[in-house]
């Protein structure tokens, strides 16, 4: 710095004088990123606080939900006792209701019947154990076996076969 | 001055120390157990509730409940957090129906938690929820009900307060009617909530399927009745009645006598739990000559129409058999075998087998494994076979008569439905359907083999209804052919057998021609007569009664009249 360098120290020289001072096209651009920031927060913000209370009303919901079907099935179940057997049949009784003793069908001449063949609402399943297979687990009387037997009933004065007439 | 630099030393060497110390510490924590303190921190602030499923409904085959879970509720405090004592307990006295001081007690007790009253109704629970109270809670528990009461109770099994099925279709469905647990997971607030803004994880719960059973409620109610009018006019001391569709090995019905109440199981005597039907195992007595007759006829040793000598005695394997009446009969016909129920007849027919063809029908016909029927607890019963050591020639005869040989209901049920059904043995089941939201499985009969021909399983179908009409049976069902056996088997004890008590029983099915229905009836120990043919028959015919009409199953002569006239509309229908 030269001796001769003057400075004043009047406030808008300083200003003036400041070495950084901002151009005013750097200053809008400051402003510019605060307002995007500012933008950004309050929008993070916005968001957050939604999905918190959208959250809360979620939870709320399936709550209520619960409480919905926990209702529901206790009023299936109170339908269901009411409709126990012991039940209707007091309740029959108290009516005058008493169970039947004698049944006579009556058959109906020319009642329509239905020509349609009767399909069974099943389909049955053949598991795969031949008979064939199932006898071969137990042990067939052998050749001499067969022989002994008949001796022995001969022995005993009987027929093997006495019982076939 | 070197004793100054002396204690600057001491000093910087203790400092130097600690310092070591406190770097060693934070190595350890920061470094080593790292991993240990991170989790801990993360448990501290992250939370996981598991939502348990709502347990799978049982139905029977019209879809009456037979059932459910009820939410019930738990209700406690945390007395040092509740703000206002005196105001809670006015409003818990009335809704919880407690006297007030003992509420006001709980919530001002020094206590961290105090429970209230457990299994409060779900209406009152939700008040309390609605409510809203800082260190009020009210816990949600789910509780088993059967709004039937004890009937089918040994069929259904229970549930323990763990939410544990036992017994029946309970136990043995236990894990799938359980569901699937959901769980919530994410940060926890000072308060213990979970943060919905924080990073969290939702699955929701999975219910157990819906199980739709065989079982017909009406078809039930009959059979319990019936059973503990006869146990009780008989002075018995228990019962069973099995009811069964012999074409698909459906069970219709499962009755024990005595019973237990599902929704109090903990008041019951715990042998009264195991279902009699599938677990108990008895000696079956003349029942399984039906079994032996098949044999005999399928092996073409006997002609149905033949005859046999009945000398009152038979030896086989050094031991004499004798008839039930100590009664030589002569010369009689096979289906007098059955209508007499003799026991040489039918020890001669298993005689003329021989051991190995006798025990292979045995096992044809089931004996001596499981059912496989789809119930907790099931018995093999027990058939001894030569192949067995303890086996002995003697058995032979006496197993013709089902004397030594322990089968469980279900397994008479079964074999005896083969004779009914073609000779096809089907594999008793009880669950029909399972319905999982949209999906839907339907269980299908299942053929396990081929007892005997159709052709042996009609001709004795045909003996067993001619036996009963010519021993003027107490089981006969008027209107209806009913084929069928009575059973009066002598009760083992130590030593031999008693010499009063018995086991009666009586399987048989109707409309013989076309069997829709299979029913066996097993009265133990009755008192008032110890033959089969007095107590189990006349039982049978009264449920047999009741559920032609029930289930609809016209009588023979209406059936035939249709049939005919039904040909007659089809040829009228057919003629050009």
Same mark, same amino acid.
């Given at each position: 710095m030269s001796s001769n360098t003057m400075i004043s120290l009047r406030p808008a020289n300083v200003i003036r004088q400041i070495p950084w001072r901002l151009g005013s096209k750097t200053a809008l651009g400051f402003i510019l990123i605060l307002a995007i920031f500012s933008l950004v927060g309050w929008l993070y913000l916005t968001n957050a606080s939604t999905v918190t209370a959208t959250s809360y009303r979620i939870d709320e919901l399936r709550f209520e939900l619960d409480q919905l079907r926990n209702q529901n099935a206790a009023l299936i179940l109170e339908i269901a006792e009411l409709e126990a057997l012991d039940r209707i049949e007091t309740r029959a009784t108290e009516l005058g209701y008493r169970p039947i003793a004698d049944v006579q069908y009556i058959a109906v001449d020319n009642y329509p019947i239905s020509q349609e063949p009767v399909e069974s609402n099943y389909q049955v399943v053949y598991v795969e154990n031949s008979v064939d297979d199932y006898i071969d687990d137990v042990e067939q009387p052998g050749w001499w076996q067969v022989k002994l037997d008949t001796l022995v009933a001969w022995f005993e004065g009987r027929d093997v076969d006495v019982l076939t007439r | 001055m070197e004793q100054a630099k002396y204690r600057i030393y001491t000093i910087m060497a203790i400092m130097s120390a600690a310092g070591l110390v406190l770097i060693g510490q934070l190595v350890r924590w920061q470094v080593i157990e790292h991993h240990r303190f991170a989790t801990w921190a993360e448990e501290e602030h992250q939370d996981e509730v598991v939502i348990p499923a709502r347990r799978g409904e049982i139905r029977d085959r019209t879809g009456h409940l037979l059932a459910t879970d009820l939410i019930e509720y738990d209700i406690s405090a945390s007395p040092k957090i509740i703000a206002d004592p005196d105001g809670t307990a006015d409003r818990l006295a009335t809704l919880l129906d407690m006297p007030r001081n003992e509420i006001y007690q709980i919530l001002t007790s020094k206590k961290a938690w105090m429970p209230l009253k457990?299994?409060? %109704?779900q209406s009152i629970g939700e008040t309390i929820l609605g409510w809203d109270t800082v260190g009020l809670l009210a816990e949600p528990r789910s509780k088993r009900v059967y %709004?039937? #009461?004890? @009937?089918?109770a040994h069929f259904l099994g229970f549930v323990n307060n763990n939410g544990n099925g036992f017994y029946g279709v309970e136990g043995y469905y236990d894990n799938m009617l359980n569901g699937s647990p959901g769980l919530q997971a994410g940060e926890r607030s000072p308060f213990g909530d979970l943060i919905p803004l924080g990073v969290s994880r939702f699955v929701p719960p999975v219910s157990g399927p819906t199980l739709y059973l065989t079982i017909d409620r009406g078809v039930q109610y009959v059979a319990e009745r019936e059973l503990e009018d006869a146990v009780l006019r008989y002075g018995a001391q228990s019962g069973s009645v099995v009811v069964m569709q012999p074409k698909t090995g459906a069970i219709l019905a499962m009755a024990g006598y005595p019973s237990y109440d599902p929704n109090n199981?903990?008041?019951?005597?715990?042998? @009264?739990?195991?279902n009699p039907t599938v677990s108990e195992q008895y000696e079956p007595g003349s029942v399984f000559k039906i079994v032996t007759m098949a044999a005999g006829l399928d092996a073409g040793?006997? #002609? *149905? @129409?033949g005859t046999i000598y009945d000398g009152g005695s038979i030896e086989v394997g050094g031991r004499v058999i004798y008839n039930w009446d100590r009664k030589s009969h002569g010369e009689v016909e096979m289906t007098d075998v059955l209508a007499k129920s003799l026991n040489v007849g039918v020890a001669q027919i298993a005689v003329a087998l021989g051991k190995d063809r006798f025990y292979t029908y045995m096992k044809r016909f089931g004996f001596g494994q499981l059912t496989e029927i789809d119930l907790g607890n099931e018995g093999p019963g027990t058939l001894k076979t030569p192949k067995d050591a303890n086996w002995h020639e003697s058995d032979l005869g006496t197993n013709s008569f089902g004397q030594g040989i322990a089968v469980t209901p279900v397994q008479i049920a079964a074999a005896v439905s083969a004779v009914a059904n073609d000779g096809l043995l089907m594999k008793p089941y009880i669950v029909q359907r399972i319905v999982d939201g949209d999906r839907q499985v339907e269980v299908q009969p299942t053929v396990i083999?081929?007892?005997?021909?159709a052709e042996t399983a009609h001709k004795l179908t045909d003996m067993l209804v001619e036996a009963l009409t010519r021993s003027e049976s107490a089981s006969l069902v008027p209107g209806y052919r009913v084929a069928g056996k009575t059973g009066t088997a002598e009760i083992p004890v130590p #030593? #031999?057998? *008693? %010499?009063t008590l018995t086991l009666a029983s009586f399987a048989g099915y109707l409309p013989a021609d076309d069997p829709e229905l299979l029913i066996l009836v097993i009265i133990d120990r009755p008192t008032s007569s110890r033959w089969g043919s007095e107590t189990a028959s006349p039982t049978f015919k009264r449920i047999a009664e009741q559920l032609a009409v029930l289930l609809n199953i016209l009588p023979d002569d209406i059936r035939e009249s249709a049939a005919i006239e039904g040909e007659a509309q089809l040829t009228l229908n057919n003629e050009p």
């Open positions: - | 457990n299994n409060v %109704p %709004p039937e #009461g004890d @009937l089918g199981y903990g008041v019951s005597n715990e042998y @009264l739990f195991s040793v006997v #002609g *149905h @129409l083999r081929q007892a005997v021909t #030593g #031999g057998y *008693h %010499p």
